[in-house]
């Protein structure tokens, strides 16, 4: 937790989730699983996004307005997304957050594995996995990011951030 105190007319900040100190330094084993994390989940981004409209339009074999029944997908996936971040999210403040993250992580990897049997027709099956799959990545990062106040003290936060 992140809390705000004032000294002398001046705000600061200080995180009591990790110790504060001169002596612990900001990049350890911790930090660096978390940017790997971060590097392998950039691989999603740079290829499914991309490719599965191309995807996408051959299992449609030709139907018109492939691009408009994409981006209804896409904007599905957020709608899913939005409603279930927050209530993963509460949980996970309530408990530990690493089993959330695996969770939506295996979510993402399992339907992008089953966008590998699409066969031309297979509308509702690749629908519900570009879906699944977009949803779970975006909760995962959600996720992700909510690692950062237990990885860094308040004073190493932004050199954290920056490295993964």
Known sequence: MIRQFRTGGKVHAKTDAV??????????????????YDVASSSY????????PLLFAAVLEGAPRAD?????????????AGVAAPLIGA??????????LAG????????C???????PGDVLLASLAFVAAQSGYTVAMALYESFLPRL?????????????
Not at 19 to 36: E, I, N
Not at 91 to 100: E, I, M, N, Q, V
Request: charged share 15%; aromatic share 10%; hydrophobic share 65%.
């Open 19 to 36: 110790p504060a100190g001169p002596t612990r330094a900001w990049l350890d084993r911790r930090v660096v699983w978390w940017a790997l």
């Open 45 to 52: 981004v740079a290829i499914v996004p991309l490719l599965f």
């Open 68 to 80: 408009a029944r994409f981006a209804l997908l896409g904007a599905l996936s957020l709608v899913v």
């Open 91 to 100: 949980l996970a403040d309530r408990g530990r957050l690493l089993p959330w």
């Open 104 to 111: 939506a992580t295996a979510l993402c990897c399992a339907s």
């Open 113 to 119: 594995a089953a966008m590998l049997s699409l066969r």
């Open 152 to 164: 860094a003290t308040a004073r190493a936060m932004v050199r954290v951030s920056a490295f993964g």
